[in-house]
């Protein structure tokens, strides 16, 4: 049986008489068995003996062009289609075979092609360049045995319900309906929910879950007076309503998104706009955008109507979802590269909104859930249609500015005065100068020559010429004048796409409508438009009330921010290989709740916080730990480690440092859109900027591979997968951060220095300290050994150590460089290599200037590294 999506695709051809459908005579002619013994003996080994040297996927693709693969002819390379069927005089192959113009003649590196050659290549495009079919793999298109099985079986794909809440034995308890789904199945299990949390623990909890910041000592005294079911509800809604809610769960999706602001492996180039889609996204958090308008946003923005420009900005801005991941411009080949990021926004979509592993069906259709590998190329089919505006491009081995496309990001709809006529000519003439003896002398024996310092003598030809294009840019490039986002918009080219085989780029199988998957009906779905990508009505059908998926893999995301572990513990799987929901009926309610509340992320926590459930204490009992281990049933709340960001923001919320914006404007929007190495100096400005910054985690830069130095102990999110649900280790190395990072001393020491110059009694110093950085006042013991620390700390206190000056850095030139050290004038120069300019930075040491300071630093450390300030119970 063959799925309905496939159509009448040439490289399809053996099944079509199977399916009754006459074959085009286009492919007929094609597939003429005299026509391919004529390409196999008489045209295949023209290419391959005077081509492939220079145009094949096994070497390389010069000007962009494969001739290897008839998709490579056809849609050609820089100067258009090599092969027009039928019209030998528009094929570019045979323009340039038979070129007057030497430097313009093929090929390259080998004689001239005979007369017969040229001949027999247009006598194979005029009778429509006959190919071989692709050989299909023999279960392609054959239906999985167990997918309708799963279809009908498997809960995700089920349709959503509201259950009605379930009645309980004990009615007093519950205090929301929530309450009555969770102690519904505690009665069952025989396991009573422990006692309520105390009012500090759970205004600690509350605001760091609600906004990731401790809370004020004087909103943790004032709940203490008055812990009162109308004072938690106040308290609520007053942390909903703060700009930090924004910033919490905004980082939340954030995670999901993948945002990075570089485009992360082998060429590292950076997305200087990027801080833009972030801040679309905290505003949307905080402006409690509808969830599904939020979505409709991200994927097809640009397709919604604006009411203005603003707001047109806005939408282009929010497509940044899709454009702002990981991305490997080293890559040779055109049309890897665009499947490559075709698939990465196929699972970023399908796992970030569905909760599915939509590209394991990239190569062949999914092992276990019901997703063929023609559903993975509807969806395909929608984003080839879509060009991916995140202002890059693939080069292998490029430098400098060749990755950048400028033309290729989204223009904001801003209209910039023209810049001064006279001044573009004088810089372009400078880069013109400058190309032509960068031309002249690259590769040249001269060019390669080492100068003085090792390095070959052209490569200051090249500075200049990169200099100068640079000048021109930041002059005519409006995206350089922050006038443009990383985004997408609607493709030149609207049409389906076609299988890949095995998943491979260049291998065509058949064509399959645009469309969504068929794991699961969404009822009353629009279709997609063919004059259109279908983004527009992917975003629809994602968040179709009717979709099974959406609302439950939100509302158990939110669960999960909330409760330490969602309701189905793979957050980011709801496929059958993924765990199956702990309260199926509870889950229900809430995405049917979530969806009847207009999709309001608000509602939903405010709801789930109001929950008695959810202000349970953390008590562990010896026989409920032996029953549920894991607390799958919500008897008591589990605690959760902080997240990087939560532990650096409240080190600094603690003393007072935390700022409530950047003193600076984003580090990225500096950059420009070149390659960015780890170990350079942009990457040493980057980390400078972050160690700087004393506002909240979410504004340090986040390229992709240079994980900002305070954050890299306690699992940061990874930024090239969507994450769901972040891990949170337990290693030796977090121990060490608190001992001897040079954020961590620098904080407690500026927060001594000011505990030690203020007049008040230690006792009460401790007692605020304690609030500060635990949330709870300090018990007489706690003071008792605080005190006793501190005076044992300081009359042992041996005096400043001899430090090193404030920042060190050592510099090192790793060109031409011997393993000794010496330079080797002798070494092999790469021409296109740049200066390295290594650095190797050595952490500030921080000490305290006596022993008073000395001793409530180290207190202070001591605090920070307990487990209490790590965990929020």
Known sequence: ??????????????????????????????????????????????????????????????????????????????????????????????????????????????????????????????????????????????????????????????????????????????????????????????????????????????????????????????????????????????????????????????????????????RNIPYPHAWKYKDYVLDAVNRDLPFDRFIQEQIAGDLLPAADAPERDRLLTATGFLALGVKDVNQRFKVRFQMDNVDEKIDTVSRSVLGLTVSCARCHDHKTDPVPTTDYYSLAGIFTSTEDGAGVRNKMGGGGLDYYDSRNLIRLSTDLPPPPA???????????????????????????????????????????????QADLMALTDPAAQGYAVHGVREAAKIADTQV??????????????????????VPGAPTVNPAHSGRLELAQWLTSP??????????????????????????????????????????????????????????????LVLSRAYRLGSDEPEDHHLKDPA??????????????????????????????QPHEEPAVKKLRMVEIRDNGQEAKAVQDRSDRELARSIYLPLLRGMTPKSLEAFDPVSQTLVTGRRDATTVPGQALFFLNSSFVRGQALTYAESLAKESRAEKDKLHDLYARILGRQASESDLARAQDFIGNFAANWQGQQASPPESVVQLADNAGQTGDGTTDNNAAVNPDDMPRNDLTAVDTLVEAKDANSAAWMALIQALYASAEFRFIR
């Not at 572990?565 to 793979?570: A, N, Q, S």
């Open 500 to 521: 890949r085989i095995r998943g491979e780029a260049e291998r065509l199988g058949p064509v399959v409508p645009r469309g969504f998957l068929t794991a699961f009906e």
């Open 546 to 607: 009717a979709n099974p998926l959406t609302p439950r893999v939100i509302a158990n995301r939110t669960w999960q921010h909330l409760f330490g572990r969602g309701l189905v513990v793979t957050t980011d799987n709801f496929g059958v290989t993924g765990d199956k929901p702990s309260h199926p009926e509870l889950l229900d309610y809430l995405a049917s709740r979530f969806i009847e509340e207009d999709w309001s992320v608000k509602k939903l926590v405010r709801e």
């Open 422 to 468: 006279e001044q573009v000519a004088e810089l372009e003439a400078k880069v013109a100068e400058a190309k032509k003896a960068w031309d002249e002398i690259r590769g040249t024996p001269e060019g390669l020559k080492p100068g003085k310092n090792g390095q070959p003598t052209q490569r200051p030809f090249r500075v200049r010429y990169e200099r100068a």
């Open 631 to 660: 607390n799958r049933l919500v008897w008591r709340h589990t605690p959760r480690r902080m997240a990087a960001e939560e532990i650096r923001d409240s080190i600094l919320s603690a003393n007072g440092r935390l700022l409530d």
């Open 1 to 266: 049986m063959l799925p309905s999506k496939l159509q009448k695709p040439f490289a399809f051809l053996r099944w079509l008489p199977l399916l009754g459908i006459a074959v085009p005579s286009a492919v007929a002619q094609q597939q003429d068995p005299a026509k391919l013994e004529f390409f196999e003996k008489r045209v295949r080994p023209i290419l391959s003996e005077k081509c492939y040297g220079c145009h094949s996927a096994d070497t390389k693709a010069a000007g962009d062009l494969r001739v290897d693969d008839l998709n490579g002819l056809l849609n050609g390379g820089n100067n258009g289609p090599a092969v027009v069927p039928g019209d030998p005089d528009k094929s570019v192959l045979i323009q340039r075979v038979v070129h007057t113009q030497q430097r313009l003649l093929m090929p390259k590196e080998s004689d001239p092609l005979s007369g017969e050659q040229i001949a027999d290549l247009r006598t194979w495009i005029a009778d429509g360049a006959a190919w071989p079919l692709e050989k299909l793999p023999e279960d392609l298109g054959r239906v999985k045995a167990n997918y309708e099985k799963n279809r009908k079986s498997h809960w995700a794909y089920q349709p959503l319900k509201k259950p009605a809440p379930p009645e309980v034995a004990d009615a007093s308890w519950p205090q929301s309906e929530i309450d009555r789904f969770v102690l519904a199945r505690l009665e069952q299990e025989k396991l009573p929910p422990v006692a309520d949390a105390t009012p500090d623990v759970l205004l600690r909890r509350l605001t760091f879950d609600l906004t990731g910041l401790p809370p004020a000592p004087e909103a943790l005294a004032a709940f203490e007076r008055d812990p009162s079911p109308q004072a938690y509800e106040k308290e609520v809604d007053r942390l909903l309503a703060s700009r930090a809610f924004g910033e919490q769960w905004g980082r939340h999706w954030l995670d999901v998104a993948r945002y990075g602001e570089s485009t992360g492996p082998s």
